[in-house]
Every structure is written in structure tokens, then in C-alpha cells.
């Protein structure tokens, strides 16, 4: 079975500043899909970013960009010039690109508060 | 047009009794899923539904968890004797599907349900 694991339970950075929230995971497939969600406190997800694993080339969507380090198992998200409505939960979620497997499995999640 | 819905917004019940929690998912999504979210932790998944395929019941966690959806509509999470560990938010998401290997579309997250046992 797949997991994936968040290490910073918690994280804080200056507003303008970049922050970089850490994911690794753990499966034997060699082609599967990895995102980021965002959860408010109106505790609605939002899906932040994308990365096919076998593309080699980062996914990037404005501010948010991923560092996919596939031997590692390692996706780390990096906002660039933070802003107050960043601040939420982060969750790192993994799917199987097998067919069938719909399912996200998700990391415990870090906290991020952006300081003024 | 409109986001996946789900009811009550919050339920607050007595141990031992039953509930029973709504989504309403966006029209022409053809897959539906149902997730737990204990306090600080991720997001557990409980069911999926995929058009009149069998549902995947892998991730239920006793027989006292059980869903239904009637076609591609809404579908309903019920918790027979509930117990004060089912205490979380219960998250619904629904999706397009394209039978074809890999494809994937996003999964839309509604609000949540915040279910209390007392």
C-alpha cells in the first residue's frame, strides 16, 4: 500500500517571503500522479498543483511550484512571495495511474501561517 | 455552476445513535467519494462509486460505516451505533471519469460534514 508522510506538522513565513513544505511517500508503482491541496479553515480543498510521475519537468502553477524528485520519493511545494491567503493546511495526496484506483491518499498535512 | 453540496454542515449526536450524512455532487460527475478527516490528521478514504459499477468499499473501516448512490446522484454516508472514535469531518468529492488507463480528472471537494459523538 502507498503512504505518504509529512514531517512539518507546522511551518511559518514572513508575507513576501518563500516557504518550501516538505512530502515524501512510499510505493512500488512507477507511474502515478502526486498533488497538492490547500484546506482554509472553511475546510474546503483546493486543489493547489499537479505532477504526472513521468514527466521529468516540475509542475508549476504561479506562485506554487513542486520540487519532484522521483528516486527519492520526495515532492516538496514552494510558494514563492507568500501572501496571507496562503495560510491553510497543506496536504501532499497520492493516486495510482492505475485504472480503477480513483483514490487519494493523503499526508497528515502541514500547518502554514503567514506572518505580516 | 454549482460545487458539491453536503448536509448537515455540522451534527452533533449521542453515542449509539445512527446518522446519516448527505452529498450532493456536481451534475455529470459520474465518480463520487467519500473521506474521513480526524482532528489534525489527513484525509482517510472510506468509498468509492463510479457510475453502476460495484463500489470499491476498500477503505470502511466496520460494518457499522455504509453508503448508497442512486445512479449518478446523491449519495448518503450512514453510521449505524455511532461510537465516539467516528467523531470528524466527513468529506465528499466527485469527479469525471474517462474509463481509458491513467486517465484522471480533479476530484471537487465539498464543504464537509463536522460530526460530533457525545
Known amino acids: 500500500a502507498q503512504t505518504v508522510t509529512q514531517s512539518q506538522p507546522e511551518m511559518s513565513v514572513q508575507e513576501a517571503e518563500t516557504v518550501t513544505l516538505s512530502c515524501t511517500y512510499d510505493t512500488s508503482e512507477s507511474d502515478y500522479y502526486l498533488f497538492w491541496y490547500k484546506q482554509p479553515p472553511s475546510r474546503q480543498m483546493i486543489l493547489v498543483i499537479r505532477q504526472e510521475a513521468y514527466k521529468q519537468q516540475n509542475a508549476t502553477e504561479n506562485r506554487f511550484s513542486v520540487n519532484f524528485q522521483k528516486a527519492a520519493k520526495s515532492f516538496s511545494l514552494k510558494i514563492s512571495d507568500s501572501q496571507l491567503g496562503d495560510a491553510a493546511m497543506y496536504f501532499c495526496?497520492?493516486?495510482?495511474?492505475?485504472?480503477?484506483?480513483?483514490?487519494?491518499?493523503f499526508g497528515q498535512g502541514t500547518r502554514l501561517t503567514i506572518n505580516p | 455552476g454549482a460545487g458539491v453540496s453536503q448536509s448537515p454542515s455540522n451534527k452533533v449526536t449521542e453515542k449509539g445513535k445512527d446518522v446519516e450524512l448527505r452529498c450532493d455532487p456536481i451534475s455529470g460527475h459520474t465518480a463520487l467519494y467519500w473521506y474521513r478527516q480526524r482532528l489534525g490528521q489527513g484525509l482517510e478514504f472510506l468509498i468509492y462509486?463510479?457510475?453502476?459499477?460495484?463500489?470499491?468499499k476498500s477503505g470502511l473501516p466496520s460494518d457499522r460505516f455504509s453508503a448508497e448512490r442512486t445512479g449518478e446522484s446523491v449519495s448518503t454516508l450512514t453510521i449505524q451505533r455511532t461510537q465516539q472514535e467516528d467523531s470528524a469531518v466527513y468529506l465528499c468529492a466527485s469527479s469525471l471519469v474517462l474509463l481509458t488507463y491513467g486517465k484522471v480528472y480533479e476530484q471537487y471537494f465539498g464543504p464537509g460534514t463536522r460530526l460530533t459523538v457525545t
Open positions: 462509486f463510479q457510475g453502476n459499477s460495484a463500489p470499491d
Open positions: 495526496a497520492y493516486r495510482s495511474r492505475i485504472q480503477g484506483a480513483q483514490k487519494l491518499v
